[in-house]
């Protein structure tokens, strides 16, 4: 089974500054998809990113960007120029090329605070 | 089309009463999935449907947790004999059948069991 980790339950960041979300994640599969997600308070989750694990090119969105290590199995979410809006949770998420039900394995994710 | 819509938002209920929560999917959309997340967790697979067909259900949480999806549009999921223990937010998601698979969330049904 695959699991996911997020080892930083709470980062702060000012606004305007850059900060850096790690997750890592366990599977013995070669082909998956890595997301994050954003889940305001009280808002429902989006999708921020998403990195398909057969490219060796990092996933960029506008101010958000990844580092997706395959070998050492790391995909960490960069924020650069960081809003009041990116205040939120921020889950990593794994799911399964091949598994028929394509379900989604979250982290526990990191509680991201923006200081004005 | 306005997203995945649930309902209702909140629900408070008394231990061992039945609840049902519904999820409208993205009209075209044909799979559904249901998810729990308790407080300060990331969400956790409990089911999924393509169309009709319930897919996967082994990681519903106990046989009191049971989902339809009876015309392949919107799903119910019922918690029968419900526990303090029960209490979490139910979300769902929908997707298309074939790739990206994005998964679209949506605002979820707050449960408190009392």
């Known amino acids: 089974a695959q699991t996911v980790t997020q080892s930083q339950p709470e980062m702060s960041v000012q606004e305007a500054e850059t900060v850096t979300l790690s997750c890592t994640y366990d599977?013995?599969?070669?082909?998956?998809?890595l997301f994050w997600y954003k889940q305001p308070p009280s808002r429902q989750m989006i999708l921020v990113i998403r990195q398909e694990a057969y490219k060796q090119q990092n996933a960029t969105e506008n101010r958000f960007s990844v580092n997706f290590q395959k070998a050492a199995k790391s995909f960490s979410l960069k924020i650069s120029d960081s809003q009041l809006g990116d205040a939120a949770m921020y889950f990593c998420?794994?799911?399964?090329?091949?598994?028929?039900?394509?379900?989604?394995?979250f982290g526990g994710g990191t509680r991201l605070m923006v200081k004005p | 089309d306005t997203g995945v819509s649930q309902d209702p938002r909140h629900k408070i209920t008394k231990r061992g009463q039945n609840v049902t929560f519904r999820c409208d999917p993205i009209?075209?959309?044909?799979?559904l999935y249901w998810y729990r997340q308790t407080l300060g967790q990331g969400p956790e697979f409990l089911t999924y449907f393509q169309n009709e067909a319930q897919l996967e259900k082994s990681r519903l949480l106990s046989d009191r947790f049971s989902a339809e999806r009876p015309k392949g549009s919107f799903s119910t999921l019922e918690i029968q004999r419900t526990e303090q223990g029960d209490s979490a937010m139910y979300l769902c998601?929908?997707?298309?059948?074939?790739?990206?698979?994005?998964?679209?969330f949506g605002p979820g049904t707050r449960l408190t069991v009392t």
């Open positions: 998420a794994y799911r399964s090329a091949v598994n028929a039900g394509n379900m989604l394995t």
């Open positions: 599977t013995s599969e070669s082909d998956y998809y």
């Open positions: 009209s075209e959309h044909n799979r």
């Open positions: 998601a929908s997707s298309l059948a074939f790739s990206p698979y994005e998964q679209y």
